[in-house]
């Protein structure tokens, strides 16, 4: 469907569509203007206040501008921005947006900070106070704790919750009935916490309990009923000590794990049970969907209608394919009593090295006659998981093994096999196993040093749309042919010298941590479709002059590597990354695409023990609208503000030192936030305040500007108030 016909529809289901879309690809189409105001809803619809403390409220939040191929890159969580609280008011301010409808403050501090500044911004949202931050109940004052309860605002959820002293904390009666979530840590009773309140709302529930003298597994029972999601930690645990506590019959999510003193009696084991093995019967757990557990002194009986299954010891496969006829997701490392048969409704499979192995020996043992010395030779044409992948649509093959298994992965490709449904495969961790015929009827492959792997075949793949190879330590030049579908390579810690690349559609080339020292018509053949290109963390030392980059290319991350000059960049580069190289305009001129919207030089040194004589000229970049150089040290006697664009909308130079700065910020209508070192900002301010005194300016800034970096208690008073009045006023 077209983009002009969906945004026909009501504004109502627009938003509700966008609601829905990931993180990481509302982060990717935010610039389009016709959704922009959809996006910028739903990316911040939920936001992470302050991760790391920040001393004051105009602290610039150091957040890369882009990213290369950011919505195929497969991201470790789906969490949204941290962003300051100055930013996220700058976010909603420019953007004429709601109030968040979840606010997350990792810190506890920064709810009061928001509570004493901005409680207009608190009173509409959903608040979940994370006290991580302090680790342990000692490390924090009790004041503080109850000061927060006695704030009126709608806390949601608790996270790392130590104070259960009521006596020494104040009542948590208030917070525990509104809450839908908790995470309760140190928990020795269970009596002492579900006595506090009636947890009226409470759905999600993580309880790290500590098994001492004193623990009743009956207290159990006082889990309420509304609880649907659980997870428990049992420390100091012994399995005879949990094995008889039941939880909630209305779970639908139940994640535990049992870990034991160290001077626990049984030992963790992946091997078959014995008859000391301990039994966990779940049975009773009807509306279980997913069960994730870490119980290595025994096994689970999984109850019937469990969709999804994470399990950290030995799977009886026999069991599993008895007592769950509906799951869909299945990882375990290792399994035990296999009998040939596999649920036949698992389309999504992650398995480790030693439960292939087991799967292998069980096929090969099966397959084979024994006759005296004499064996019969196994089927060429047969494959030991000839029964698993033809179902399966993701596929992850996990766990370091030392050696070489003598199975293939995947076998030859035939007609005998029909793997067309399998559209993800996945190896992580290291291992020398031999891969076999990829099916072509996949959309996305993650490869980690896989051994044997045949590139030639990737060409007649006609559904790859994204591939990433990973530690490529046996060829010194990547040279492959895909078809017309890839739009996204990543090749990363490998010790390749060259790229030979054909693949007429690519969009997206990510090449780090590579052994690649030069980049020039022979070392690096690439698409001329690409539009972005990150070639960072490679140490290279030379773009050579007649290597020519993409014409199509609008976006490059060169940064990190040891580069003293720069050229060719295509005409109409619109993003470029460049930090942590060593680039000097005392030594060379410096020419950037006018066509340039967004340009990071971070994290450079250019320090020479004397004051540099020339600085970077950005002056024909009439489009350029973030420029970061912050903590670059590069020292000068004055900078003139002639080398920036008025278009700029972010400054950063942060780290810089200069004794004068020549031209004023008033001329830049656009600029929101500036960067600078408090002595440039004190001598700014000064002597531009000297000028409004003598009537040759009105005011310090130009009339958008709200952020300063380093704008705090230093600058004298009376020259912060008056900043800080001019600052706020508006067009």
Known sequence: MSLSKILNF????????????????????????????????????????????????????????????AHLRQPDYEDPDILSLSELQKIIYDNDLPPPQEIYFNDPMDLMHAHAYLPNLLKNSEIVISFDYYDLESNIDPRIVKTLKSYPYNVTKLESYYYMNQSKYGSNEKWFNNAKALDLKNIYSLKKVFNQANFDNLVDLSLQIIVRQGFDAKDFELIPSSVKKLNCEFEDAEPEDVISLRFPIGLTDLRFGIYPSEDSDYEDSDSEETEDSYVIDLRYLENLKKLN???????????????????SSSVSFRELCRDCPDLKKLYCNVFSDITGDFPKKVTDFTIGVRG?????????????????????????????????????????????FRGSPEFTLFPKESAAYDFSNLKKLSTILPYDLKIGDIPSSLTSLRINEMKSLNFSR?????????????????????????????????????????????????????VTNTSISTINQSTFQVPQSIIELDISENGITNIDDSFTFPDNLRALDIS?????????????????????????????????????????????????????????????CKSLKHLDMSSVSYHSAKLSLDVF????????????????????????????????ELMVLFYYLEETDAKIDDGEEEHYFGPKMRHLLNFNSKIPDGLYERVEEDLRRRE
């Open 645 to 676: 664009p008025k278009s700029l909308v972010y400054l950063n130079l942060s780290g810089m030192e200069f004794g004068e700065i020549e031209g004023q910020f008033t001329d830049f209508k656009e600029l929101k936030t500036l960067g600078l």
């Open 458 to 510: 990737f060409k007649y793949f006609d559904n790859l749309v994204d591939v990433s190879f990973n530690e490529l330590n046996d060829i010194s030049t990547f040279k492959c042919e895909f078809g017309p579908s890839l739009k996204y390579l990543e090749i990363g810690n490998s010790t390749i010298k060259a790229i030979d690349l054909i693949s007429p559609n690519l969009d997206y080339l990510v």
């Open 560 to 620: 990190n590597n040891s580069l003293t000059k720069l050229g060719n960049l295509p005409e109409n580069l619109k993003k470029l990354r460049c930090g942590r190289n060593k680039f000097d305009p005392d030594q060379y001129h410096y020419s950037f695409p006018s066509s340039l919207e967004v340009f990071e030089m971070t994290n450079m040194s250019m320090y020479k023990g004397g004051k540099s004589t020339r600085f970077f000229d950005f002056s024909n």
């Open 293 to 311: 557990y870490f119980f290595t002194a025994g096994s689970i009986i999984c109850p019937k209608n469990l969709l999804e299954l994470n399990a």
């Open 10 to 69: 009501p504004k109502e289901i627009l938003q509700t569509i966008f609601n829905f879309i990931g993180l990481r690809f509302l982060e990717a189409i935010q610039e389009i203007p016709q959704i922009r105001p959809y996006v910028l809803r739903a990316l911040y619809s939920k936001v992470i206040i302050n991760y790391y403390r920040q001393a004051d409220q105009y602290r610039l939040f150091e957040k890369p501008q882009f990213t290369i191929g």
């Open 356 to 400: 292939l192995i087991a799967l292998y020996e069980y096929w090969k043992d099966s397959g084979n006659m024994r006759n005296g010395p004499k064996r019969q030779k196994l089927d060429d044409t047969a494959h030991f998981l000839s029964k698993i992948l033809p179902q399966l649509h993701n596929f992850k093959v996990a766990g370091f």
